[in-house]
């Protein structure tokens, strides 16, 4: 229930597309529906970016959810299931990583 | 043992509860000492147990030895410098695949260390077993366990902290794949004799690779130009290895070696979805969120004014019969004077502390302890973007209503000096439970609840206001949030207590004193009348500008020491009692007065602190902007009120 009026509302009025991940393609976190799994392929962006998001515990090959997010495009929530943590990222943030759909016996 | 006490370094990642831990070691203190500053913000104590002293020192959280924030930095300066004797690794339980990936990057140190595991509560209901004595094989280092918040295992900790120290046993730097432990050796028989070495060859080298700016940089950038090149070759054979650069290279054989431990030492059985995590969602939620966010913040003002305003008036009770009685039996007399100002010293703090106050840090310390904090600056975020700051500030804010004085000591975790000055120009508007009180106990309590939350809007809508004024000013630049998300905990009622406990003893060692020291001091001023002096000195400004009593001259004197003073002065300087205030001035001079009051200069100990932490021209900055907005605010209120 709650999923599906996010998807409703959220979306909408942020005014993104859900962009489903081909299997080869990548997409930003940001592209993607909430709830789901994905593997953070790439991060991109500065080296003070990238430095701080690895020492936070967010690592290539890591799984990712996009668990919820702020109105008015505020920050993404995200959880990493490899080292269960939860972070808030601003969008131009979240917009820098890039994540693909992992196989099934991944996870 | 010689005679120089152990220095003992507490590290942790943040929010793993490594403070609260050093609280409940440091209850067997001898002596406290705090060390606030920009350069080197640690707190020390020196610990007595099993008749040994111990030099124990907390230090900020970090995530990692790579300082990106001015507080991690801190962390490293403190380690080179100090040269701990052991390193005590605190690390959460129940985050600990993560966590170990800072303890990996300590044990490079090969520093004598122990590893905490905290909050074990916490990763029991997560499901996790974690077996110890696999952990320390794998780690080569003594573990404990504790849950600090209800100080368990902090004697099992001193046990193995003493034990440590006397065996003071290295423990070996954990080993990458081969091929990057190939060009760290490489790079370790290069290093140039006069090399600024970080703990060992190893970590220097390590350090090197990772392009750490730390003392490392400034040595390459020198004269030694072989030396820099080789460097480079190797920083780039590094980087092939996985086609990333070097510093990700390494941090991924962390990550690695660290999940690789996690596994082999932690079972989770599989945790359903808890209540708390169901409860989490909906606080979460995009849209419900502001509504119960809404809903927190008024529930807690109004549980306050509730609990305060009727405490308030039966506290103020007896200390009005007492000084009635003075009054009866001897006159106005010096002595019936000076008397009468002491009561209404003792009675006013009595009355500021109980209602108010206490209840006040209790509700901000549980919404901290919760996690509830670190929630609403997600939530908040981007109206605070909007605003030209950062969702990070908002913790600060809310603190400020507690006290301002905490509040700009932690926008010290603020990446940008930009940043850090706009807050701490802002928070002095916050209505800190001084101001609150002004607020309740003259607006509310005689003009009625819904002018008091009036006015609270108001002054928030203010700060709104001031900040989009202030963007103007300073350019604005955001880096954008990255901020970790704690999971909700049960708070301890023990470290609400303890944080509560300090600023109460702050207010009684040294406000009341004043409070209590500076009645007595207007109640003889009056009696020689020597506050008329001062009262036409202000007049200008107080009955001129504000259009109020000119006997009110003297409590700003008061207010800018601390700000209830100005209340408790007011009767003073009125010569009226609580309930007759409205017989000798109007309405909306006290409301004049009140916003003047809660404006017009940041208190001696926040105008101090900024003065401390971001230089005087900041704090003069600081007080031009609250006086210059507290003319404008006041006049404006009797303008408007006039038209009326």
């Known amino acids: 229930m709650l999923r599906d009026h996010k998807a409703m509302f959220g979306r909408k009025r942020n005014g993104q597309k859900i962009v489903k991940p081909t299997l080869e393609g990548l997409c930003s976190l940001l592209e993607v529906p909430a709830g789901q799994i994905f593997k953070i392929a790439e991060i991109r962006g500065g080296q003070g970016l990238h430095r701080r998001l690895l020492a936070l515990g967010f690592h290539p090959g890591d799984l990712v959810t996009l668990d919820n997010e702020a109105i008015m495009n505020g920050p993404v929530l995200v959880r990493n299931l490899t080292s269960d943590t939860r972070i808030g990222l601003g969008r131009g943030i979240a917009q820098k990583i890039m994540v693909e759909t992992v196989t099934g016996d991944e996870r | 043992m010689s005679d120089r006490a152990p220095v003992i370094v507490f590290i942790g990642q943040p929010n793993c509860g490594k403070s609260t831990l050093f609280n409940s070691i440091a209850g067997y203190k001898a002596q406290t000492s705090n060390f606030p500053g920009t350069t080197v913000t640690h707190v020390h104590s020196e610990v007595l147990w099993n008749r040994k002293v111990y030099s124990i020192v907390d230090l900020p959280g970090t995530y990692s030895l790579s300082p990106h924030e001015p507080q991690e930095k801190v962390v490293l300066t403190h380690i080179f410098k100090e040269k701990p004797d052991l390193i005590v690794n605190v690390i959460d339980a129940s985050l ?61 900790l001193m046990e193995a902290i003493e034990k440590a120290l006397r065996l003071s046993a290295r423990p070996d730097a954990p080993r990458f794949s081969r091929e990057v432990e190939k060009r760290i050796k490489d790079l370790m028989d290069i290093l140039p004799e006069d090399f600024p070495l970080v703990a060992n060859q190893r970590f220097t080298a390590i350090k090197a690779i990772e392009g750490e700016t730390l003392a ?3 040595f390459i950038s020198g004269p030694d130009r072989a030396f820099k090149s080789e460097l480079d070759r190797l920083r780039q054979e590094v980087s092939a290895l996985r086609d990333a650069p070097a510093y990700e290279v390494i941090s991924v054989e962390r990550h690695h070696l660290a999940l690789k431990i996690f596994e082999d030492c932690c079972r989770v059985t599989h945790s359903k979805v808890s209540a708390i995590d169901k409860l989490d969602n909906l606080i979460m939620d995009p849209v419900l969120g502001y509504f119960f966010m809404l809903v927190i913040f008024a529930g807690m003002f109004y549980l306050i004014f509730k609990v305060g305003s009727p405490l308030e008036t039966w506290l103020l009770k007896p200390w009005e019969a007492i000084r009635l009685s003075i009054e009866n039996n001897l006159g106005h007399s010096l002595l019936a004077e000076l008397l009468v100002g002491l009561v209404q010293g003792i009675g006013g703090g009595l009355a500021i502390v109980f209602p108010y106050f206490i209840p006040l840090l209790f509700l901000i310390g549980f919404l ?70 002004i607020i309740l106990a003259l607006v509310a309590f005689l003009l009625g609840p819904w002018w008091a939350l009036g006015f609270y809007f108001f002054n928030i809508f203010l700060i709104a206001i001031l900040a989009l004024i202030l963007k103007k000013w300073f350019k604005y630049d955001s880096p954008g949030l990255i901020l970790e998300i704690p999971s909700l905990k049960v708070p301890s009622l023990k470290s609400i207590w303890q944080k509560i406990y300090f600023n109460l003893k702050e207010f009684v060692r040294f406000a009341w004193p004043i409070l209590i020291g500076g009645s007595i001091l207007l109640s003889f001023l009056s009696y020689v009348q020597f506050d008329r002096l001062i009262n036409a000195i202000l007049s200008p400004l107080v009955s001129g500008l504000l259009g109020l009593p000119q006997s009110l001259g003297v409590t700003l004197i008061f207010g800018f020491l601390r700000k209830e003073l100005s209340l408790l002065m007011m009767f003073q300087a009125l010569g009226v009692g609580y309930g007759q205030l409205l017989s000798v001035i109007t309405k909306t001079q006290l409301l004049t007065f009140v916003a003047f009051v809660s404006f017009f200069i940041p208190c001696l100990s926040t ?34 009120a006039s038209l009326f």
């Open chain 2, 96 to 156: 600990l695949s993560r966590s170990l990936e800072l303890t990996l990057e300590l044990l490079e140190l090969e520093y004598p260390m122990v590893v905490v595991l905290n909050m074990m509560d916490l990763a029991r209901k997560k499901g996790m077993t974690i077996k110890v004595e696999e952990l320390e094989k794998k780690l080569g280092v003594p573990v404990v366990k504790t849950v600090a918040t209800r100080g368990l295992g902090t004697d099992v």
């Open chain 2, 216 to 218: 490392v940089d400034k």
């Open chain 2, 368 to 437: 901290e302890d919760v996690g509830y904090l670190a929630r609403a600056s997600f939530l908040l975020d981007a109206f605070m973007h909007r605003l030209g700051l950062h969702g990070k500030s908002v913790p600060m804010f809310i603190l400020g209503f507690g006290c301002n004085v905490p509040a700009i000591m932690a926008t010290r975790i603020l990446e940008s000096r930009r940043d850090r000055i706009v807050t701490a120009l802002l928070i002095p508007f916050i209505p800190c439970a001084a101001r609150t009180t």
């Open chain 2, 607 to 640: 105008l101090s602190i900024i003065w401390k932490e971001l230089g005087k021209k900041v704090a003069m900055m600081s007080a031009a902007l609250n006086l210059s907005v507290a003319v404008v605010v006041s006049w404006l209120i009797r303008l408007v």
